[in-house]
């Protein structure tokens, strides 16, 4: 069997300073935490990465990456509820995953302009594929809502995905690891953003989310 080839330190230092900041905190975390776990020095550190904000911008730009394909809005085909639901499953994945990001949030903002103007890029990337998901259950007759209405409701849709995982971690911060929680946490995160529309909801479009719904919030 032909063996893997070995991460690159620089792949090993994005990683583990990843589980880092997520476990404990960015603020909590500096350059010479993170050499020592790796157990290499800090001018090690330093010839891969000039500071830790440098390393916070690398592991950004692997999160646009993969939110990226996320929030590419086809253009082939209208999007049903199930579509909604699928779309909020893994972008509530991708924001566990990097997580401090969204913890952090505030104190990330005011120490890098970098962070800042790319969040925002961002948050205009998921409003607008939130308004397409609500544009086209319109458009197929499945949600009745006024043009200023589905933008109100693309953004509050939105503010509740960006923050909802602070509003758990307040909730039950002892035990927010641990993988039935998060597990629940996640679940509830989609149907919160969901239920956002089923007022709006019509016919079987509300049906199928009230179905919907029920299987996801079993567990």
Not at 21 to 36: C, H, L, Q, R, Y
Not at 52 to 76: A, G, H, S, W
Not at 179 to 197: D, F, I, K, S, W
């Amino acid at each position: 069997m032909q063996r893997k080839p070995p991460r690159r330190t620089r792949e090993r230092i994005l990683e583990l300073s990843l589980r880092l900041f997520n476990d404990f905190g960015e603020p909590n975390v500096n350059t010479t935490i993170i050499a020592e776990e790796m157990n290499i020095s800090p001018g090690n550190l330093y010839y891969h990465f000039k500071n830790k904000d440098d390393i916070i911008n690398c592991i950004f730009q692997q999160f646009e990456r993969e939110i990226d394909q996320l929030l590419t809005v086809p253009t082939n085909r209208k999007p049903n509820v199930e579509d909604a639901w699928l779309f909020l499953h893994l972008l509530f994945e991708l924001i566990w995953k990097y997580r401090f990001l969204y913890r952090d949030l505030n104190n990330l903002l005011i120490n890098n302009r970098t962070l800042e103007l790319r969040f925002k890029t961002l948050l205009a990337q998921k409003t607008r594929m939130a308004r397409w998901l609500c544009e086209g259950l319109a458009e197929q007759k499945e949600l009745k809502a006024t043009p200023p209405e589905i933008d109100a409701l693309a953004t509050n849709m939105v503010v509740v995905a960006t923050y909802w995982l602070s509003y758990e971690y307040v909730l039950n911060p002892r035990r927010f690891s641990e993988p039935a929680v998060v597990g629940e946490a996640l679940a509830r995160g989609c149907y919160q953003v969901m239920a956002l529309t089923a007022p709006y909801l019509e016919g079987n479009a509300r049906r199928l989310f009230e179905k919907l719904a029920g299987e996801y919030l079993k567990g």
